[in-house]
């Protein structure tokens, strides 16, 4: 079973929409969880840190993490062109992190 | 910008040769991880390194070693270059040391591009 399952699918939205991701996880002793946004050959930047349960807000950024189902979820409100990137859920597992394959969004004008 | 700073850019080897990436850990920063990022995949942690010491390493053969630097730079070496080792090559570094539970928290240079022909 992988640590860190993100169903990698393409998700093509309107300007304007809300956008949905979401990741599940295995180990339940994981602690911190991240949402990297990468661009087109560029590095993951981080965008989104959490620990433990509950949600986090940051402008149109919404993550979530609920640890009893080991699910974890990053809303994007009022999506933008700019927006259009792959979506990297990451968790912190002893010095390292272990990623989703991720999600290219892409968010149409 | 997060101040990673990863050489070269980008490069073409062939099989069987063997390659050195380097990295420039941000300011401050004493750790510093490698990951692999294969086409279309989420990077895999290849290991870490804190003060100079391997911290943890991935399922990735010997083939695959590094180095760091007592400024905290850093080197991936990897010999005998096979076909699936192309792919992005990235470098994180954090600073474990941060209060509020952050310093776990590690920012990515741009990556090197591999080719292996």
């Known amino acids: 079973q992988k640590e860190v399952e993100q169903d990698p699918g393409p998700l093509s939205v309107p300007e304007g929409a809300i956008v949905s991701l979401n990741c599940t996880y295995s180990n339940s002793a994981f602690q911190y969880f991240m949402w990297y946004r990468q661009y087109s050959r560029k590095g993951p930047e981080l965008l989104m840190y959490?620990?433990?349960?509950g949600n986090k807000e940051d402008g149109r950024f919404t993550a979530q993490v609920d640890k009893s189902s080991k699910y974890i979820s990053l809303f994007i409100r009022d999506s933008q062109p700019s927006d259009s990137a792959t979506y990297l859920c990451?968790?912190?597992?002893?010095?390292?992190?272990?990623f989703g394959k991720g999600n290219q969004v892409v968010v149409i004008p | 910008e997060t101040g990673v700073t990863q050489s070269p850019t980008h490069l073409i080897k062939t099989r069987g040769q063997q390659v050195t990436l380097r990295c420039s850990s941000q300011?401050?920063?004493?750790?510093v991880s490698w990951y692999q990022q294969a086409l279309g995949q989420g990077p895999q942690f290849i290991f870490q390194?804190?003060?100079?010491?391997?911290?943890g390493r991935g399922n990735f053969p010997p083939r695959f070693s590094g180095l760091q630097f007592p400024n905290y730079s850093s080197e991936l070496n990897v010999n005998a270059l096979e076909l699936d080792d192309s792919a992005l090559y990235l470098c994180?570094?954090?600073?474990?040391?941060?209060?509020?539970?952050?310093?776990?928290?590690?920012?990515f240079g741009p990556g090197t591009r591999l080719l292996v022909l």
């Open positions: 994180a570094s954090s600073d474990p040391g941060l209060a509020g539970g952050i310093g776990e928290t590690q920012y």
């Open positions: 990451a968790i912190d597992g002893n010095n390292r992190l272990a």
């Open positions: 300011s401050g920063h004493n750790t």
């Open positions: 390194y804190y003060r100079e010491e391997e911290n």
């Open positions: 959490t620990y433990s349960s």
